[in-house]
């Protein structure tokens, strides 16, 4: 899962130092089960549950992390998610698998979350002392510590997860149109760049067809 790279500087509004960091411009979804199973294995313990949970809810929503770390309990408690796009504003609409709804039941259940928390709690709180959810640099920097540490050869950014969640939609389903319009995309060009179908794909998809 090679990926091209670019950086941009970073400066800390105390400090005023710059440092430089990198981005990912072209990241991969992750196009083997195996390694996903790997992933969910490790941070599946007490320590890092809330990440386990994040990255199940990444891989089975095609939702931005943004629109992940915003959901609460409410939003997800029914099986059926009504919700808006932070980026697009566009409306989204999906029903929750079982595997998920499974997962988080039990996340639910185990930090007795009530139906106004939210999933992806912060142990920080803003001025009014209100429980806010962890920001999405923090989701970054610890499911890049997990699954970079695991498999040198991913260079992790966070839309690997909604990028692994349209390819194995579209694995499952063989409908680049309804991945489209699962990831709110504007074209299918747009769609099969981003979950990484190739030339390569389309001509194996004739060889093997042979009517």
């Given at each position: 899962m090679v990926k091209k790279k670019s950086t941009f500087i970073r400066v800390d509004k105390n400090t005023g130092k710059e440092s430089e960091i990198n981005t990912a411009t072209a990241a991969e979804p992750i196009k083997d089960r195996s390694v996903i199973e790997g992933i969910k294995t490790v941070l599946n313990t007490k320590k890092t549950r809330k990440y386990y949970v994040l990255f199940c809810s990444g891989i089975n929503?095609?939702?931005?992390?943004?629109?992940?770390?915003?959901?609460?309990?409410?939003?997800?408690?029914?099986?059926?998610?009504?919700?808006?796009?932070?980026?697009?504003?566009?409306?989204?609409?999906?029903?929750?698998?079982?595997?998920?709804?499974?997962?988080?039941?039990?996340?639910?259940?185990?930090?007795n979350l009530k139906d106004d928390d939210y999933l992806f709690f912060s142990n920080r709180k803003d001025g009014l002392r209100n429980v806010k959810y962890?920001?999405?640099?923090?989701?970054y920097r610890k499911l890049k510590e997990v699954?970079?540490?695991?498999?040198?050869?991913?260079?992790?950014?966070?839309?690997?997860?909604?990028?692994?969640?349209g390819f194995w939609l579209y694995q499952s389903t063989k409908d680049i149109t309804l991945v489209m319009h699962a990831l709110n995309h504007s074209s299918v060009a747009v769609t099969m760049r981003y979950i990484g179908l190739t030339q390569e794909n389309v001509d194996n998809a004739f060889n093997s067809l042979n009517l």
């Open positions: 929503t095609a939702l931005r992390i943004s629109d992940v770390l915003k959901l609460r309990v409410s939003d997800v408690e029914s099986g059926y998610v009504h919700t808006k796009e932070t980026k697009t504003g566009k409306s989204k609409q999906f029903p929750i698998n079982d595997a998920l709804m499974a997962v988080l039941k039990n996340y639910i259940k185990e930090y962890i920001d999405q640099s923090q989701a699954v970079e540490g695991l498999y040198s050869n991913i260079h992790f950014s966070t839309h690997v997860l909604r990028k692994t969640c």
